[in-house]
Every structure is written in C-alpha cells, then in structure tokens.
C-alpha cells in the first residue's frame, strides 16, 4: 500500500520525537528521567490524522481476486476465552479469501503453538505500557508493519490491543479497522484503559461486541452510533457437540480422583478472582449433607489455585474438590458434570456456558453482562446473583432433586446452542464483516 506525504511526515515526526526525548533523558539526572513524559502521544496523533484524512487519497494496489490480509491484534497467547476466541476465529478463516498473521504484545503462553501448528504467523511488539518511549518506538513498527503486510482488516481483540493496535491501523491507512469489546467490567477494563477504549472506539469503522448486551453497553457508555456497532457471538467447534461416551467419562473422573456414584457439579474457567470460584466453593459445602456423594470438579488453572484449595481444606470439603487443571483440546469437559455452573462476578458472553449448552448439561449461571443472553431463566438454564453461596446451592439443589428438569434445561440448552452459536454461522459473519470493510468483492 503506497504511503501519501502526509502519513509519511507523522512518523518522522514520531521517531524526531522520540530521538529528541531520549537525548533529553541522557542530560538530564536519574530521578528527573522517571518523571519525564512524551510530547506526543498516539491518541493526539490520531486525532490529527482524523481532522486531515478526508484530504488524502488511499491508493489500492490490489487486484479484486486477490485475498483479503487480515492482521489479528491480541495482548497474550494465554488460555482465556478472548484469547481462544480469536485463534480459532483465525484458523476457520477460509484461506482461499483471506490470508491471516497476528499481533501479540506477549507471545508467552500455549496458544502460540497452536498458531504455528496452523502455519499462522505471529508477531511480537512487547510493552508493558501504552505510553512512553518505547510504546511509541513499538507504535512505528507496528505501523510499518501494517504497511508492509498491506493490511486490509486489522482486527483488535481485547482492550490493550483495541486501544494499540486501531490508533496504528489508522495510522497507516488500513481500509477496515475493528475494535472489539468483550468484557464487562473488570479489573483490566476500568479507568485509564476504559477511558482510551471509549476513544479509541470513535477511530474504529467498527465495534465488535460478543453479545447484544455488551453491544448496547458500547452505545450507551461510549456513544457510538448503532450503525457502527455489529454484534457477532462466540462460536462452537462441532467437537463440543460430540457427546463423551460413559467409558471415557468414567475413565476421565477416574483420572480426576472422582468416584463412580458421584453427583459432580463442575465449572471449566480460568482460576482467577472475577471467576469467583470460592462461592462455588460455599454452596457446595452448604450442600454437603443435603445431595448424597457430592464432588465438585474445578477444570482451569490460574492464580487463585492455592488459595482455593485452603479455602477448600478450611471449609471441609478438600476431598470433595477436585483440581483438573488446564485442558483446552477435546471432548468437552463440561460432558464430565451432572450440572456446569459459572459464578462470575462479570462476564461479557462467556465461552464456558455455550459449551456446557453444547454438552446438554443443565446451567447454574450468574446473571451478570451478557450471560443472560445465553442463559434464558427456566429454560437453558437458571440464574443467580452474584456471590450468593446460598442462591447458588438452592439451584443446584433443585436440579439435584428434579432430574427431569435437568434433562429439559440440557436439551434446551444443546438445541440453542447449535441454532445459534454453531461455528459455519459465525465465522460466515465475521468473513461477510471483512469483505465489507475491505471494500471489494473476493473472487
């Protein structure tokens, strides 16, 4: 893609920049160098480029038969749902239309194996901050890296990535630019990084949200036009469909330490504090004399492990919880429980509740975000407050006293999942989404 004058001139602008402040830095004494700040930042940059961009020609090079470059943008290659969501988003992407590589700011994690098994490839701009020297020496490579790649769509995943990687796509002239929210509220999506979201948003041709409550919380909060803002689901590999047959079920829970006549509630997230586990945790030992050989099966890992197996060991129920640890390849685990629960403090659309739908297992959610978008009250599932112990052990304990109606809530939930969720219908979605910002028909 040829570069105009003006775009040209803002990067020299950005590496003058950055060589007069680290000339500045040498002269001046230690303490004063940690207070010292860039003149210019990438928001400004853009805001500019914004005021000027009707005033220069974008000149395409590229044939119409030609595939659609699509650039991912994505802040880790740890095990979430965003982060497994936008893997394998890229590898159904049909490469007959569409070529893919991805932008990461950390590049440590086992999805990064998964990319290079797909022949996919990867690119890494690490920072640990969207300010400063070094983000904006990262900022020119990664525009420059747009250039090269000719970038048509550049699609930014999560909340470090939609603010970083928009502002350079706009940057360097990339036809489709897509922000995405897909989260709630959390500890990573709150004052400074909410606030250069909300901005960050306005810069977008489009914002992605993963369910019609995180799209409208988009509208309100960041006042983006509705015409702007396109709603597009998680979706389900047709393996989560598979149902696991009794013998690997059982050898499974054998693995795991759980015995044969168990009642199993189990929950498939990541180990951290907004997944809320230690209210899982409270019901089922308020549960424990009330359903005859309860276990609790805890598949994910993360930081709060340690802290909940005390939390286990304090309240009496260490022999009942079972640690499966992280598993993110077939059959779907949820298969392993008699009821699949999701105590989230927040949640945008949560990847764990489709896919106990897909198992046809019954649900105990927390009504929070967007899980009632999947989650219809008393019919795939039933909802409960947040951190309730008691709420949460009253539902478990009515499907534990009801199987029919956990045979009812499961098929429902299998039924709505596969209409709705199934990975043909989205990922056509998101190819249709590409050809439109791209601007051009792909043969």
């Known amino acids: 893609m040829q570069t105009s004058y003006y775009f040209r001139g803002l990067e020299g602008r950005i590496h003058r920049e950055i060589a007069a402040l680290e000339l500045r830095q040498r002269r001046m004494p230690a303490p004063s160098r940690r207070r010292l700040r860039p003149s210019v930042r990438m928001a400004l940059s853009v805001v500019h480029l914004e005021q000027r961009r009707v005033h220069e020609a974008r000149l395409a090079h590229t044939a119409p038969g030609d595939p659609i470059r699509v650039v991912y943008c994505i802040d880790n290659m740890q095990v979430g749902g965003t982060e497994l969501n936008a893997l394998r988003t890229a590898e159904r992407l049909d490469r007959r239309r569409f070529t893919i590589s991805v932008v990461c700011i950390r590049d440590s994690g086992p999805l990064m194996a998964r990319y290079k098994a797909a022949g996919i490839p990867v690119y890494t701009f690490p920072m640990t901050s969207l300010l400063g020297i070094r983000a ?80 409208r919380l988009v509208e309100s909060e960041g006042g983006i036009p509705a015409s702007r803002i396109v709603t597009i689901p998680n979706f389900l590999d047709p393996e989560a469909f598979e149902p696991i047959t009794a013998d690997d079920r059982r050898r499974m829970l054998d693995e795991i330490g759980v015995p044969e006549d168990a009642f199993v509630v189990g929950i498939v997230a990541r180990l951290s504090p907004v997944k809320d586990h230690g209210t899982l945790l409270r019901a089922i030992a308020s549960l424990r004399g009330q359903i005859p050989a309860l276990h609790c099966v805890l598949v994910g890992d993360g930081p709060e492990r340690s802290a909940l197996r005390a939390l286990a060991d304090t309240l009496g129920i260490g022999e009942l919880v ?61 909802l409960v407050r947040p951190g309730d112990p008691s709420r949460l052990a009253g539902a478990i304990l009515r499907l534990y006293n009801e199987p029919a109606l956990r045979t009812k809530l499961g098929n429902a939930g299998r039924a709505a999942a596969r209409a709705g969720y199934s990975a043909d219908a989205v990922i056509a979605q998101v190819e249709a989404l590409y050809t439109r910002l791209a601007r051009r028909a792909v043969a």
């Open 322 to 382: 079972h640690f499966a640890g992280e598993r993110t390849q077939p059959p779907n685990l949820h298969g392993l429980f008699d009821v699949s629960v999701l105590c989230s403090t927040t949640e945008a659309f949560p990847n764990s509740v489709l896919e106990a739908m897909a198992a046809a297992r019954p649900v105990v959610a927390t009504d929070v975000g967007g899980t009632p978008d999947a989650v219809h009250e008393g019919t795939t599932g039933l």
């Open 136 to 215: 904006m020496r990262q900022a020119v490579r990664l525009i420059q890296l747009f250039r090269r790649e000719r970038a048509d769509i550049v699609h930014s995943h999560d909340a470090y990535t939609s603010v970083y990687g928009t502002m350079c796509a706009r940057l360097a002239g990339v036809p489709g630019v897509i922000a995405s929210r897909r989260s709630w509220y959390s500890p990573h999506l709150r004052g400074r990084i909410l606030r250069a979201n909300r901005v960050a948003y306005r810069f977008a041709h489009r914002v992605l949200g993963n369910s019609p409550s995180v799209s």
